[in-house]
């Protein structure tokens, strides 16, 4: 059934519209000028009295825009994001509690006041006075950063379209309220929030960065409560009392996801880092091993560490930063194929540095350790290994085999165990390469260590 469209009235005279007739029009005086109308005319009529039409276009027409990107300063920054700040971009940065959100936006905050750029920093959580004095302890001026304890929304767009800044900065978006509420983190609020300051930042073309906190079950303010709404989400990784912190990008519609930004936090405030220098670190001791894994772009070189440990109770498998099912699944391999007996011995693993690591390519360095320590029998610390462990035991293939070899030659490694079937993949390297094929030849490895 069609539905019933409700006729409306008409002053022929000004165009004023009316929901019932009248014998005056109240707008422009005139007497008998109220018509009757269709829905549909009602329709074309306020289509064109609408002053702000929608205008259609073509995509081939449509300027992309490019090469127009804003760097942060922070070159690992521009790389997650897929080469800088986007105008109008909607930013939302998550992390535990002092992981180093706020000392990232103020060094960011920085780096644009140092180019004559103004930011914005609206801090519900510290004061001012907190907020100089990590300022102090990270030696910034900010001579271009301005500072509120501002927590309603209606004074914070009335500021943005005042100051007209070239970055705004939220610490954070559950300490917004609304003028008629009293409570602020609610969820009608949040979604109201956001979906504000979104509209800010695509009418100025002002790159927004909110800073949301992490629920118990490690989401954003709440299960995608704010994710879908935002252009890019970035997440801190690492433990408080560790010293590296990983930035990773889990969405972003104007890059790829996947890579990452690795800082190291010292007194000063975060530092950039390169890759995490394993090479300072290495010990000959048996249950560590050293292998490789990718973090977007980039190769780190990490540390792979087993502890094998004779019970009379019932054994314990535990894994700290590695995959606890792999794990259990390489144990297995290793029992099947090198006739171990492992199912009286307790195996802790462990990824060290605090790192948190799911690939396949670190099995093969897993059952070396693995194997060292239930030998005890300590690998060369100028080993590395790579490779996925199948359950026949064969050694499977790893992508990116030579970004990973580059990145352990650079370290001064000196030998690299790989899969047998990568061997015509191998770029020169001034390195030793072995190949293993099954897991059976890796108690030949022990001849050479």
Request: aromatic share 6%; hydrophobic share 40%; glycine share 6%.
């Amino acid at each position: 059934m069609k539905p019933k469209t409700k006729n409306k009235y008409i002053c022929s005279n000004c165009k004023e519209i009316y929901s019932r007739w009248t014998g005056r029009c109240i707008k422009c005086g005139s007497w008998n000028t109220i018509e009757e109308m269709e829905g549909e005319e009602i329709l074309k009529l306020n289509l064109l009295q609408n002053k702000n039409p929608s205008i259609l276009k073509k995509l081939s027409q449509i300027d992309t825009k490019e090469n127009i990107r804003i760097s942060s300063g922070i070159a690992d920054l521009d790389l997650v994001l897929g080469g800088g700040f986007v105008p109008g971009s909607f930013i939302l940065i998550g992390g535990e509690p002092g992981v180093g959100k706020s000392t990232l936006m103020l060094s960011l905050s920085e780096n644009f006041s140092r180019n004559n750029k103004k930011v914005l920093y609206f801090s519900g959580e510290e004061s001012p006075e907190q907020i100089k004095l990590r300022a102090n302890r990270m030696n910034i001026q900010g001579e271009n950063i301005l500072i509120s304890r501002e927590t309603e929304l209606n004074q914070i767009i009335y500021n943005i379209i005042t100051e007209k800044p070239d970055l705004i900065i939220i610490d954070s978006v559950q300490t917004i309220q609304l003028e008629d509420a009293n409570i602020p983190g609610t969820v009608s609020q949040l979604k109201y929030t956001a979906f504000k300051l979104m509209e800010i930042a695509k009418k100025t073309n002002i790159p927004i960065i909110l800073i949301g906190h992490i629920t118990k079950e490690g989401s954003i303010s709440g299960p995608k409560l704010l994710e879908h709404m935002v252009d890019t989400v970035l997440y801190f990784e690492s433990d408080r009392l560790n010293h590296y912190r990983i930035l990773r990008a889990i969405k972003n519609r104007f890059g790829n996801i996947g890579e990452v930004a690795i800082f190291e936090m010292i007194p000063e405030g975060l530092k950039i880092i390169q890759t995490i220098p394993q090479e300072m670190h290495r010990i000959n001791s048996p249950g560590c091993v050293y292998s490789v894994i990718l973090e977007g772009s980039r190769a780190i070189a990490v540390e792979v560490q087993a502890l094998v440990s004779k019970t009379n109770y019932q054994t314990k498998r535990m894994a700290e930063g590695l995959d606890i099912r792999r794990v259990i699944l390489l144990t297995a391999v290793l029992e099947k194929f090198l006739k171990l007996n492992l199912s009286e011995q307790d195996i802790f693993t462990n990824l060290a540095g605090g790192l948190i690591a799911h690939e396949p390519a670190l099995d093969l360095a897993i059952c070396a350790s693995i194997l060292s320590s239930y030998l005890e029998k300590p690998i060369k610390k100028n080993f590395a290994f790579i490779g996925e462990v199948g359950l026949t035991g064969e050694i499977r293939p790893t992508p990116r085999i030579n970004a990973r070899i580059k990145e352990l030659a650079n370290l001064g490694f000196e030998k690299i165990y790989i899969p047998t079937s990568q061997k015509k993949e191998i770029d020169s390297f001034n390195i030793d390469i072995k190949e293993i094929g099954h897991i059976k030849e890796l108690v030949e490895v022990f001849k050479d260590a």
